[in-house]
């Protein structure tokens, strides 16, 4: 008989289930707002130093990095102890 090649359907396409899957976490979480706020701190950050307003601009700066530390450590945090959610 010889070999059979497998079918295209049945391997390599996904079967789509007939129930829509919902989105098991919210996207408005504080970790993602703090990540907002420092997209958004970045424009305010430049201008302070055109201005040459130093104290201002790295209080932002200073701001912003103890944030970013805090949610990666919550992150690495939840990693380490297998936690199903990182927020």
């Not at 007939?18 to 976490?25: A, G, I, N």
């Not at 450590?73 to 199903?84: E, G, I, L, V």
Request: hydrophobic share 40%.
């Amino acid at each position: 008989m010889g070999y059979q090649w497998p079918s295209v359907t049945d391997e390599l396409i996904p079967k789509q289930s007939d129930e829509s899957e919902e989105l098991s976490e919210s996207p408005y979480t504080i970790p993602n707002a703090l990540t907002v706020a420092r997209i958004v701190a970045c424009p305010f950050l430049g201008y302070y130093i055109v201005q040459g307003d130093y104290v201002v601009a790295t209080s932002l700066l200073f701001a912003c990095g103890v944030s970013d530390w805090v949610s990666v450590r919550k992150t690495h945090m939840s990693f380490a102890y297998d936690s199903s959610t990182a927020t």
